[in-house]
């Protein structure tokens, strides 16, 4: 097993991906570690945003949204007030996931209102196959042509960044960015990373299955959304 860190650690770095990755943590604790690791996550990209300029969409999935993506978020509108979001449900038909292959189809989606985006976000637990952060990505660059493309995720595979610029055109992956806080080497037998984020995060986080977490509506869209609805 290798991890390497990246530019962002620090000792509570250390301490917060050791205890995610630690199978025992349980689901209200593993929460919260993840809203802690979204607002170092959400700090370390405010160096790419100009605060009156600056037009930003950030993109989860839902299993991501009310934790890694809420501390992005409240970092984010603190500094440069409002945000758009958009919220994913995938099913990912390949659980081995192993380096290039797998899919992962959308089965329902919530999107804010967007015209002109100058930065896209993309957010993920964990990036290793990047089946689901190609597929989100390439759902959202249907709409919008933004000058970056930042992809964010607590842990990475170490293979992640290549196999997801090479599934786009140069004029696309020549935008992306990449914000992370450890990089691994290894797989374990069923394809999660070694030590990754200890596991699947949907099971990590206590919502059993993939079909059970396609059934969740995270409380950040339930809120959001009600913004939208007529009064």
Known sequence: MTRTYSHLYSSLVHSLLDQIADKTTPPE????DMLKIGQILGDALLSELEPSQSKV?????????????QGILERLEAAIGSVAFACFWNYRTNLFDLDSLGSAPILKTYKEP?????????????ISGACVVR??????????????ILIVAPVLYHKAEETLK??????ISDKFQFY????D???SQNGDLVPGIGGRIYERLGFGGQTEKNKYVPEIVKKRRAKFLPA
């Open 114 to 126: 967007i015209d002109q985006i100058d930065i896209l976000i993309i957010v993920k637990s964990v």
């Open 166 to 171: 090479q599934s786009f055109a140069s004029s």
């Open 180 to 183: 992370y806080l450890a990089k």
């Open 185 to 187: 080497t290894e797989k």
């Open 29 to 32: 604790s593993y929460k919260a």
């Open 57 to 69: 969409l950030l993109a989860a999935t839902a299993e991501d949204a009310d934790f890694l993506a």
């Open 135 to 148: 597929t989100n990505l390439e759902n959202l660059i249907q709409k919008i042509q933004p000058r970056k």
